[in-house]
């Protein structure tokens, strides 16, 4: 899969250095992934919430942080949308 908006994991791990090591683990494993559908998501990263739009929630360090994409399969890429501290996820529409 290409992964775009990774600047936006550049940026947390800078604030929050305790979850370098998963998004340094999940980008390796989402650049080499080949998902075709949500389920593929789900079989691998069992505490996803998959949402509607082809949006994915992941929970990150023990559930600490979440992360949003949004995943185009048909074309093979994944969009970073978002990335918060578990409170902020509280805040999120």
Not at 35 to 47: A, F, G, N, V
């Amino acid at each position: 899969m290409t992964v775009i908006g990774t600047d936006k994991i550049e940026e947390f791990m800078l604030m929050h250095a305790d979850s370098a090591s998963w998004f340094k683990a999940w980008l390796a494993e989402a650049r080499n992934a080949e998902w075709k559908s949500p389920m593929d998501i789900k079989s691998r990263y069992r505490s996803v919430s998959i949402l509607d739009s082809n949006r994915v929630i992941f929970n990150v360090k023990g559930n600490s942080y979440r992360m949003e994409i949004q995943v185009s399969y048909n074309n093979k890429v994944v969009a970073i949308k978002r990335i918060g501290t578990h409170a902020e996820y509280d805040r999120w529409d």
